[in-house]
């Protein structure tokens, strides 16, 4: 079964399982966001990749320019360990570094949590590929890529045990949306996919594609 399968079986378990009242909330607030065409403020293909500076998930710093003078980078934002559609992306991605890396890309995974949230992420999905906290989403804002929970949401999120404050370190309730780029060695961006809907990833053959 590959990623986008996965992702459509998981959906359609929550929404069987998940109460009507709460799901119909769920789905509004995703529907809300593709209204406001929220990824039109993201950057596209053709676009030019910001440089940054990132703690890994032991606290030493990556550098996207560092990333770069070896060959490609993927970046994928998610949106944390708490996520059960992100930790699907992330698996299917580690399954498949080794063709990335045969085709002279790196991978580079980031979200909002803090670094020891960032290192139980990577060691519960066994991630071998760098995982970087953004804390306070300082690039993912730069890159268009954030949007606010709203406050019934928040409530919904708290009902599941789910604890974004204390995953991301802050109060904000902000997140990326699931955003995946590939970027060439010129800083240029050659892939883009950002989807308002958290519940869509990036198809990894597409990625696969896109760096050959």
Same mark, same amino acid.
């Given at each position: $079964? ?23 909330? $769920? ?21 030019? $990749? ?126 990326? $949306? ?35």
């Amino acid at each position: $079964m590959n990623l986008v399968e996965e992702l459509k079986n998981k959906k359609e378990a929550a929404s069987k399982n998940i109460p009507k009242d709460i799901w119909d909330v $769920m789905v509004r607030s995703t529907q809300d966001l593709i209204a406001k065409n929220l990824s039109d403020n993201a950057l596209k293909v053709g676009d030019t $990749m910001l440089d940054f500076e990132l703690p890994n998930a032991v606290g030493n710093t990556i550098s996207l320019s560092d990333k770069l003078a070896k060959g490609k980078v993927i970046i994928s934002f998610y949106r944390g360990g708490w996520c059960p559609y992100c930790n699907l992306e992330l698996r299917a991605l580690q399954s498949l570094l080794p063709e990335f890396e045969k085709a002279g890309a790196s991978l580079l995974a980031i979200s909002p949590e803090t670094p020891d949230n960032s290192l139980n992420t990577s060691e519960k999905n066994q991630l071998t590929f760098e995982v970087l906290s953004d804390v306070g989403n300082v690039i993912a804002k730069k890159l268009g890529l954030v949007f606010q929970l709203p406050e019934d949401l928040r409530a919904i999120y708290h009902s599941f045990n789910l604890d974004v404050p204390k995953h991301n370190g802050d109060t904000h309730y902000q997140l990326p $949306m699931p955003a995946t780029y590939v970027v060439e060695q010129n800083g240029k961006i050659t892939y883009a996919f950002v989807p308002e809907d958290y519940t869509e990833r990036a198809n990894p053959q597409e990625i696969i594609k896109a760096i050959q």
